[in-house]
């Protein structure tokens, strides 16, 4: 390696060791982690000039893949327009995206508030929520991912991530994902239930058929607001432009983040439907507040953002190569089943789960060396997603198969046959 991109790792493992997080510098050295310098497309470009095809995607950011051109072009026209909102006055391109969501989402979902993180946009939901039944419960699901805010961290289904940090927010209660009669027994007196269409974060975790639709009718009976969260999910990922989609759900309220502006601005948002926004918000314009969210350039980005993955209809590219990622996914966990369980997916949100989490030690680090980055779930350590941009070629797809194929055969002929770890912790 060069004297320069070896200084360059030295120096950024470094100030990760030392200045950001230890634990973490050392466990994506013993990866073998490089250091991102720049990145187009599919394509990510580390330290020594070795280009990656990019299935990790950010966890869903990347829906346009990284740098898209209308993007830059319409964040580098707002830039020099206007970067961050005065606050004072008007914003004509929050305006827009907030009417542009509207036409979008599912029903009659109308009134946008922006913030700039999924996990902000789940605590705005929240809130609102409370604000607009005045009840205080919140249903949320085991196994959830919603944020690692105290409010969204409340709402997700993991252990781990919570003890540290009790007392969580009152009132908020867990019921198996899928589990219709659990949550019929709860929502009676709750302020909302929020739901992901698929527990990404989870292991991929796809809703059962109809569960979401029941769900709605389950809220419908007890006033509660069903809250979807499509902050993974949202704007094409799984095939169609919302996951909810599938099933013609209309929620009260939709949380939308990471694709939202296509991957070249942090953006956060709900959106909800006019009366449930009135019950809360019709006297009190400035009860929930944030001073960087909607900005103009991420709001321009967004725009942007949306307007490609229409005229590009990259939500049939989703589908298609999807189907190829999941189908390929599923012959590998065939040839493999000691180290792979099954293969699950919707559209190119794709999970292999695991045998045993062991393997995933090996297969993510060989995935890397044959340039694919790929990457675990939060909650499930056992379970590998595959999310690449929605502009992905079938040609790329191919060639991540292949790799995928040759990382798992590394680590089976390494690691041989490990005992099966419980699946779905
Ligand atoms: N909700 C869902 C469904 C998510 O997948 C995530 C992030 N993985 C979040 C919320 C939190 O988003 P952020 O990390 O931007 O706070």
Redesign the pocket.
């Known amino acids: 390696m060069p004297a320069a991109s070896q200084a360059i790792f030295d120096e950024t493992y470094e100030n990760y060791r030392a200045y950001l997080n230890p634990p973490l510098a050392r466990v994506m050295k013993l990866s073998g982690s490089p250091v991102e310098i720049s990145a187009q497309g599919c394509t990510i470009t580390d330290h020594t000039g070795k280009t990656y095809l990019d299935f990790a995607g950010g ?2 950011v990347f829906t346009l893949g990284h740098r898209h051109p209308r993007v830059l072009a319409a964040v580098r026209e707002q830039l020099d327009a206007m970067a961050l909102s005065g606050r004072t006055m008007f914003n004509p391109i929050m305006g827009r995206l907030a009417k542009r969501l509207a036409e979008i989402t599912p029903g009659d979902l109308q009134i946008s508030f922006f913030a700039n ?6 605590e705005g939901a929240l809130k609102l929520a409370r604000a607009a039944t005045k009840r205080t419960k919140i249903v949320a699901t085991v196994n959830a ?5 105290l409010g ?1 961290l409340s709402v997700s289904g993991r252990a781990y991530y919570q003890t540290a940090y009790a007392p969580l927010v009152p009132d908020v209660v867990h019921v198996p994902f899928g589990d219709l009669d659990a949550l019929a027994a709860q929502t009676g007196d709750a302020a909302a239930f929020v739901v ?1 269409p698929v527990q ?2 989870g292991g991929v975790r796809l809703a059962p058929p109809g569960y979401l639709r029941a769900a709605r009718q389950v809220c419908d009976r007890s006033g509660a607001l069903l809250i979807i ?5 949202g704007l094409g990922r799984c095939g169609t432009l919302f996951a909810c989609d599938a099933e013609e759900v209309v929620p009260d309220v939709m ?1 939308l ?2 694709g939202l502006s296509g991957g070249v601005m942090p953006i ?1 948002a709900y959106i909800a439907r006019a009366g449930a926004w009135n019950a809360a918000y019709a006297r009190a314009p400035l009860m929930h507040t944030s001073t960087f969210g909607g900005n103009e350039l991420a709001c321009a980005a967004a725009l942007a953002a949306i307007a490609v993955v229409f005229d590009d209809d990259l939500v049939t590219n989703a589908r298609e190569r999807g189907g190829e990622l999941l189908h390929g996914a599923q012959t590998i966990a065939a040839r493999y089943p000691a180290a792979v369980a099954g293969v699950r997916g919707a559209g190119l949100l794709v999970g292999v789960e695991l045998t045993n989490e062991g393997y995933a030690g090996t297969i993510i680090p060989e995935l890397l060396k044959r340039g694919v980055t790929a990457a675990w779930t ?1 909650n499930a350590q056992q379970v590998i997603r595959l999310e690449p941009p929605l502009i992905v070629t079938a040609a790329q797809i191919a060639t991540a198969l292949h790799a995928l194929e040759e990382a798992v055969g590394v680590a089976v002929a390494r690691l041989g046959a490990l005992p099966p770890a419980a699946v779905g912790r």
């Open positions: 966890y869903g993180s999924g996990a902000e946009a789940v991912y919603h944020g690692k805010t969204a992901e990404a974060e969260d499509e902050v993974q999910t949380t983040a990471k956060g939060l």
